[in-house]
């Protein structure tokens, strides 16, 4: 509880029992003939100012500014109208009870931010740079891109990069909601916002602070609260005509009856200030982003970063989830499985496939230099010539060598034997003729298969699968997945394209997301309804360009934040359902008469604590 609440808290009790005093009193005959009836008024003033001043200054100050309709002006008006008709003690039970609601109401609010809120304690304070050998602390935004920095054991990872020295085991449970230490030895990358266990680490550091992970998670969290979902902006629309539509109402209620049947002034005056008591829109205004805010928090809470109740609206909407294959189902840890010489020896052919791959960083490239194991001569190799979607045309030893698909074997006429393998097949030409094919193949990833099954559990219809591999690599992941469609062999371009027209596909507010983690992967993102990226490995495009992120790239926290997000959809219907029932109810009773303040009270304070007990349910994960 912050020092706020606890002096609210305080003013409540002090209140209460003031109020608890005078109650008792005025029921017992005790303040009957105390003398003229403003004496009574002022003696009830007493616990009233004491918990309700911060209300009419609140309404005073709101008023000047032009923003003369909010719970605040309801409040005072309702309060006044009942002090103006003699019901002095319900006019301090009004204030009181409100401020119980108020108290409860704030206090609920931060137990939902806080969920969010830890994530901010991932901010590391400093840095250990050695100078002359000894430790520096320096803030970690004066650290330059390839320095060296010091982990100590227990202390946060300020910046991204490479272990060098040491061996340690990292807490990553603040990012990724993982609660088993992941080991980190030299040559291992290192995410900022992680703990360090029990060794001391040395680490070059990859990145500056601004385009860390732990800065890219920080900018995210800060952003989610101002994405409102659709029924959140239709509740501010709501609130915007309803509340003057009540109090010109509560007027005419107060004013046209006495009128037109002729005297009652006290009677209708009662009546139009308990219908602005019920008519207070305290429940609706809080508990629909209370209930947003605590379904991003049990996300952040298994580490999955939803950038905005919209996005979290979204999930709860998807019927279909199209996943790029590489990197998101399967580890994109590419080996060579086959060699298939022809015409020459295995040898020959891996060495000639990994001279003409020398410059290249693509993982399949890299699969290739590593089963040869030797270091390239790049002495032997001329300038390379990509073709886009087939392969490369370089010069090997003077002679021209082509590596890539069936395509650039057939655009170049070159005969050859077609490999029917599971797998990424690279096919090798040198001078016009075949020298065979290399078979490279990728494994699925952990809980791939499971998380296909749990989506469909959740009731996501249709798993589809874009990749640029083979049609026979891909069409054996999606029956190992349980992948309901497959597009192989696609360019870059090609998956834009194949996205727009799955989107076509979809009806009324079913919502169609994409899951992804490479660079080339951002336009898909930000075309699909919900972009949904991998954090740990993913490309910071990816990443920027996502509405979801998942922090250690486990595809199974899918289903997960599809149950979060249609369980805080409908936490947020049932408590707009509830409010505006009650509401409607008690109103129709209080204009008729069949009401009075504690009724009042309870639609607006009681209707309130129920919708923020209930929005509360959101902040569990199940």
Known sequence: MTKKQKRMLGRIIAAALLFLILFICEHGGMLEGIGPGWILVVIYLIPYLVIGYDI??????????????DENFLMMIATFGAFGVGEYSEAVAVMLFYQVGELFQGYAVGKSRQSISDMMDICPEYANIEVDGKLSQVDPDEVEVGSMIVIKPGERIPLDGVVTEGESLIDTAALTGESVPRRAAAGDEIISGCVNGSGTLKVRTTKEFDDSTVARILELVEN??????????????????YTPVVTIGAVLLAVLPPLVLGGGWSDWIQRACIFLVISCPCALVISVPLGFFGGIGAASRIGVLVKGSNYLEAVAEMTTIVFDKTGTLTKGEFKVQEILPRGCSSEELLELAALGEGYSTHPIANSIKEAYGKEIDTGRVGQAQEIAGEGICIPVDAKEVLIGNEKLMKERRIDYEPCQSAGTVVYVACEGKSRGALVIADSVKEGAKEAIRSMKQVGVRKCVMLTGDRAEAAGAVARELGIDQVCAELLPGDKVSKVEELLTEQKGKEKLAFAGDGINDAPVLTRADIGIAMGSM???????????????DDVRKIASVVRISRKTLRIVKQNIVFALFIKALVLLLGAFGMANMWEAVFADVGVSVIAILNSMRALKEN
């Open 538 to 552: 993913g490309s910071d495009a990816a990443i920027e360009a996502a509405d979801v992120v998942l922090m250690d």
């Open 56 to 69: 009419i200054l609140k309404a005073a100050r709101n008023i000047s500014h032009g923003q003369v309709f």
């Open 224 to 241: 989610a609260g101002s994405k409102k979902a659709k029924v959140e902006n239709f509740i501010t629309r709501f609130a915007r005509y």
